[in-house]
């Protein structure tokens, strides 16, 4: 049984908690820290846990197996690195860190360290995803041409220190990264704009150039009504649709059938043929996050999303923010971190 402390109690943190303590196996929540008491005892007394408003106290109590670390984006390296210092495993709420500079000092004391690092990029864990996933890597869709991806929410209180596309886009980047393999970005481009903050961007499309010649959309906002989650990959055999908050997959074939008329065939190009419902076993991705790092300790092996995969997802997102304040195309160098392994 591996002993587990949750680290902010914020909007991920709670529902780290509650799964940490939901779980029926393997891990168990044995307290929870968060700089608000009133926060913090909230969260204590629903799961029945000790309390704390100083992590470190709590550390010093309880020598906990892992943490999860779900603060502000800014604090991720200091107490990050405190975790490691003390040997103790991290899963790190995305992104890993608040700079480049922040995120290597993490990796490189956990590698140091032999300390378990792992980063909670929660739509890895999406079993619409895997089931993407293993379409791709059978062939399904063929050659890919596009992957679009659409991330709309209204705008949340909870983000103080980050804008739209460290917040947000960074899950389309990490997908697009996952679903396109070794396929990497060598260029890229994007469009922000600062609508209700004026330090930050909350409007975001972003395009990105793949080495086989695959374009890569991003549109992603805080300024939407509704809450969307969308992923389509159109490739040589039809498309992909995908629901990340309902969990449906649907493919649409091409058709490619002789239509006896072929002046009719010229006119209209592709065709639609069946439209396919792939099923899906559904489940909660953040539980299957947790069991991942556990695992991972267990078996000392590497989790899902390594330290690594993450900077590397952190990389591209800050070079998106990069081009939407410049509005220069922005081309990468060929030094990528693959990203993970299939499920």
Not at 116 to 130: A, D, H, K, M, S
Not at 182 to 208: H, P, W
Not at 221 to 249: D, H
Request: with cysteine; glycine share 8%; net charge negative.
């Amino acid at each position: 049984m591996l002993r587990g402390v949750v680290i902010g109690l914020g909007a991920m943190g709670r529902n780290h908690a509650r799964v940490l303590r939901e779980i029926d196996n393997g891990v168990e929540l044995v307290a929870v820290s968060d700089l608000d008491l009133q926060r913090a005892a909230k969260v204590g007394d629903c799961y029945g846990v000790p309390y704390f408003t100083n992590y470190v106290e709590m550390l010093e109590v309880f020598h906990p197996d892992f943490a999860v670390l779900a603060v502000p984006t800014s604090l991720h390296c200091k107490i990050g690195l405190d975790l490691i210092e003390r040997e103790i495993p991290v899963l790190i709420e995305k992104p890993i860190a608040s700079t480049i500079e922040e995120g290597k000092r993490l990796c490189e004391a956990a590698e140091r360290k032999g300390v378990t690092l792992g980063v909670g990029y929660i739509e890895r864990f999406n079993p619409v995803v895997n089931a993407l996933r293993q379409k791709l890597d059978e062939g399904m869709l063929g050659h890919i041409y596009k992957i679009q991806a659409q991330r709309l929410s209204p705008y949340p209180s909870r983000i103080q220190d980050v804008g739209v596309v460290i917040d947000l886009a960074t899950h389309d980047i990490d997908l697009f990264r996952y679903l396109m393999a070794d396929n990497q970005i060598e260029r890229l481009y994007s469009a922000t704009r600062s609508t209700i903050n004026s330090d930050r961007e909350d409007m975001f499309v972003g395009v990105a150039h793949f080495h086989s010649g695959a374009v890569g959309l991003l549109d992603v906002n805080w300024m939407t009504p509704a809450k969307i989650r969308a992923l389509t990959i159109t490739g040589a055999f039809g498309m992909f649709s995908c629901n990340l908050l309902s969990q449906e997959l649907f493919f649409y074939e091409n058709d490619d059938k002789p239509s006896g008329w072929d002046a009719l065939s010229t006119l209209r190009g592709v065709t639609q043929g069946n439209v396919l419902g792939i099923n899906i076993q559904r489940f909660e991705p953040l539980t299957a996050e947790v069991r991942d790092f556990a695992d991972a300790i267990l078996k000392q092996a590497k989790p899902r999303v390594t330290g690594r995969d993450a900077l590397e997802t952190l990389k591209l997102a800050l070079e998106f923010v990069q081009s939407g304040q410049e509005g220069q195309i922005v081309v990468r160098s060929s030094e990528a971190e693959p990203a993970g392994v299939a499920p």
